[in-house]
């Protein structure tokens, strides 16, 4: 969506918070009384969001509010496919009211990353400002800035919902996530619809989903239920691959079940079971596009798991989108 001559990429809507600041909604506002209290959480906060826009001349200056009180809130600069200098490329947002002041790209430098770099996925001259999982609200963005053009950016999508794991939790740095990583491999822009700890595949949130544009998807199922009983995961995920896939019949949808976590290592059996039903699901349903991927197939063992034997370390988030990017690669040259 444009927000005052700029994109906030990532944010299906704003809503003003009452102190001159907007609150972001990742999905649709009239989603989040079908969500969890967690989910409700998840959709107004930084998962996935970018402010991109064109700098012509002088300084932009972007007000944000950091709605921790207890820490600085980090964006990373980028122009473009290029991440800044190590002296700007963290841009802090102390707790409160914050006004970041950023410059823009030279023509030498733009003229020259694209001669070093001529199919880079992002043009230079776009300035992304990525936002660090956390909680944020814009209040303004200032200077001689236009949205970016739409060549700009790449024309494909890809659309991720999922878990933590898919939000980027432990992958330490925005740009880091698997979903980041995965969209580079495929030459595509992204759409990040982590829910960390809230990924319970609601209908409405199908519904919501298959509303959306995208030239791939991933669905990540399973980690944030086990607790579930089978069925009802069995009703979820056959009504959401169902209806993304249905909504999108030219499209490749990637079905993933758990990945490798704490219940293999002590081998409690549910996610071996819910891996399972999604198998079956998914062969059942017999859908041309759907393609199933068995998580250990993409994260194999805890070699890729950080301390909670849960979320993967940046190692594992390494491992995860290599292995993804030659699955969905080698389903989609079929």
Partial sequence: MIFQNAELHGVTELSPAGDGSFRFHRAAAA???SLSEGGRDMNTAATGVELRFVLHSGKA?????????DMPLMLMLYYGSVMAGWQSVRQYVEPGRHTLEIDAPSADFCAAVRRGWPD????????RLVFQVGRARIVSVEGDVTPPAPDMAPARTLLCYGSSITHGSLSILPTNSYVVRV???????YRNCGYAGNCRMEPEMADYLAQQPF?????EMGVNVLGMDPAEYERRVRYLVRRVAESHPDKPVFAIDV????????GRGRAARYRAILARVTSELALPNVHYVNGLRVLPDARGLSGDLVHPSVRGVETLAAN???IMKAEMSR
């Avoid at 972007?62 to 709605?67: D, I, K, P, Q, S």
């Fill in 31 to 33: 989603l989040e009384p």
């Fill in 61 to 69: 200056r972007v007000t944000l509010v950091n709605e921790r009180s």
């Fill in 120 to 127: 880079m996925r992002y043009a230079p001259e776009m300035v």
């Fill in 183 to 189: 969209a580079e491999a495929l030459g595509m822009d």
């Fill in 215 to 219: 030239d791939a998807c991933t669905l």
């Fill in 259 to 266: 990945f490798y976590c704490d219940d293999d290592l002590f």
């Fill in 324 to 326: 993804l990017s030659a």
